[in-house]
Nanobody, 121 residues
Framework: QVQLVESGGGLVQPGGSLRLSCAAS????????MAWHRQAPGKERELVAR???????NYAASVKGRFTISRDNAKNTVYLQMNALDTEDTAVYYC???????????????WGQGTQVTVSS
């Protein structure tokens, strides 16, 4: 099994910053893409940022220049540094890893349980 545990969410004022972390544990041979998604009330889940195994990031247009995704392969952890937060960033944030459990397995997609980020004055 593979478990993803997010942390770092909370309440922050507009213009503030938060750093999310997502640690993967369990039976892991390799992690390919790591990503953050979010879902606001009444809206569909959307991709926020993803990072390749080699460390190449991609961002949604709405967060580019404000958010930074990074990963620590030794710790099987992905981070999301969020700066200049706006009320529109309020959502539940989910991490999503593409994982191979053994050398012979296919790649599988795993999700964390989500962490709430609320931006409000």
């Amino acid at each position: 099994q593979v478990q993803l545990v997010e942390s770092g969410g909370g309440l922050v004022q507009p213009g503030g910053s938060l750093r999310l972390s997502c640690a993967a544990s369990g039976t892991i041979f390799s992690i390919n893409t790591m990503a953050w998604h979010r879902q606001a009330p009444g809206k569909e889940r959307e991709l926020v940022a993803r990072i390749s195994q080699e460390g190449t990031p991609n961002y949604a247009a709405s967060v580019k220049g404000r958010f930074t995704i990074s990963r620590d392969n030794a710790k099987n952890t992905v981070y999301l540094q969020m700066n200049a937060l706006d009320t529109e960033d309020t959502a539940v944030y989910y991490c999503n890893d593409v994982v191979k459990k053994t050398r012979w397995d296919y790649w599988g997609s795993y999700w964390g349980q989500g962490t709430q980020v609320t931006v409000s004055s």
